[in-house]
């Protein structure tokens, strides 16, 4: 079955510090990816997505993911965490047969201490 | 930029009424989409529809049904809210297959309490 894996449920990292947030799949071919950040009480707000291409995908606030076919992840980075950015993040897969099923994972929730 | 609304940000029912959610988007999208978000388990999809009056259902259907009248409009119904509802719901849409991108954008969400 398709399935997304979102392994660490809570992260805390220091204002400055960089950061990463893991995320598998486990699709027959490669799908669609995106990450999602959702602020507390908000809607999701699409940060970034890999369709094919660079494996390097850059998106908004400073956040990049990099799509790595080997290791079937597509890994959220941010070189410099600010407390704004304290929400929970989401990576979520879409099979690019036609099928407009998103898949989440269950979400990494982050804080910033200061 | 697309815009996905919902009509109620809060909302308060009690056990066996009946529920209406109802999502609005402004972008003329083909697809949308009914999720629901409860702690631990992450998104997990109600319905969706493809097209006026088509409906599919996704992951978690029972319990629920929908409407999509038109185009832009896709509700949500609870024909006897229970307690186990109680959650956050979340309205998506996207633009449609053979498109191009398939990106869903969503809605605020509504936070639904069954008493």
């Known amino acids: 079955a398709q399935s997304v894996t979102q392994p660490d449920i809570h992260i805390t990292v220091s204002e400055g510090a960089s950061l990463e947030l893991r995320c598998n799949y486990s699709y027959g071919a490669t799908p669609y990816l995106f990450w999602y950040v959702q602020s507390p009480g908000q809607g999701l707000q699409l940060l970034l997505k890999?369709?094919?291409?660079?494996?390097l995908v850059q998106g908004i606030k400073g956040f990049e993911a990099e799509f790595k076919r080997s290791q079937s992840s597509f890994n959220l980075r941010k070189p410099s965490v600010h407390w704004s950015d304290a929400a929970e993040y989401f990576c979520?897969?879409?099979?690019?047969?036609?099928?407009?099923?998103?898949?989440f994972g269950t979400g990494t929730r982050l804080t910033i201490i200061p | 930029d697309v815009k996905v609304t919902q009509s109620s940000r809060y909302l308060v029912k009690r056990t066996g009424e009946k529920v209406f959610l109802e999502c609005v988007q402004d972008?003329?999208?083909?697809?949308m989409f009914w999720y629901r978000q409860d702690p631990g388990l992450g998104l997990r999809l109600i319905y969706f529809?493809?097209?006026?009056?088509?409906?599919e259902k996704g992951d978690i259907p029972e319990g629920y049904s929908v409407s999509r009248e038109k185009k832009e409009r896709f509700s949500l119904i609870l024909e006897s809210a229970s307690t186990n509802q109680t959650s956050m719901y979340l309205c998506?849409?996207?633009?449609?297959?053979?498109?191009?991108?398939?990106?869903?954008?969503f809605g605020p969400g509504t936070r639904l309490l069954v008493l």
């Open positions: 972008m003329d999208h083909e697809n």
């Open positions: 979520a897969a879409l099979s690019n047969f036609g099928n407009e099923k998103l898949t």
């Open positions: 998506a849409s996207s633009i449609g297959t053979g498109h191009g991108e398939e990106t869903q954008y």
């Open positions: 529809s493809y097209d006026v009056k088509m409906k």
């Open positions: 890999y369709f094919s291409g660079d494996t």
